[in-house]
Nanobody, 119 residues
Framework: VQLQASGGGLVQPGGSLGLSCTASGNIGSINYMGWYRQAPGKQRELVAALSSISGPLYGDSVKGRSTISRDDAKNTVDLQMNSLKAEDTAVYYC??????????????WGQGTLVTVSS
């Protein structure tokens, strides 16, 4: 599975941002697609994820400010974030995952895109 992300950049506090990710390759096995982020000195954390059979998952820090959507025909997942704060500054990674035969998650990652929230 290959993931190509787009979007990111510099955003003012209180502003909005859209990120998009396109998957290719053996995507038939994918259960979830979504986004993680990693800020300097912090662990990578879930931003949002969506499967084709269940509702969206959101990280606590972005709940109520973010919307994730998925277009299975185009193999894309989009993230819209509003009311951005300085603490949203991070490298955002597109993610796809599925279970293996041992019921463990197998993750695939995009190249990462930097989001900087600053005035």
């Amino acid at each position: 599975v290959q993931l190509q992300a787009s979007g990111g950049g510099l955003v003012q506090p209180g502003g909005s941002l859209g990120l998009s990710c396109t998957a290719s390759g053996n995507i038939g096995s994918i259960n979830y697609m979504g986004w993680y982020r990693q800020a300097p000195g912090k662990q990578r954390e879930l931003v949002a994820a969506l499967s084709s059979i269940s509702g969206p998952l959101y990280g606590d820090s972005v709940k109520g400010r973010s919307t994730i959507s998925r277009d299975d025909a185009k193999n894309t997942v989009d993230l819209q974030m509003n009311s951005l704060k300085a603490e949203d500054t991070a490298v955002y990674y597109c993610n796809a995952r599925h279970y293996n035969n041992s019921w463990q998650w197998v993750h695939y990652w995009g190249q990462g895109t930097l989001v900087t929230v600053s005035s």
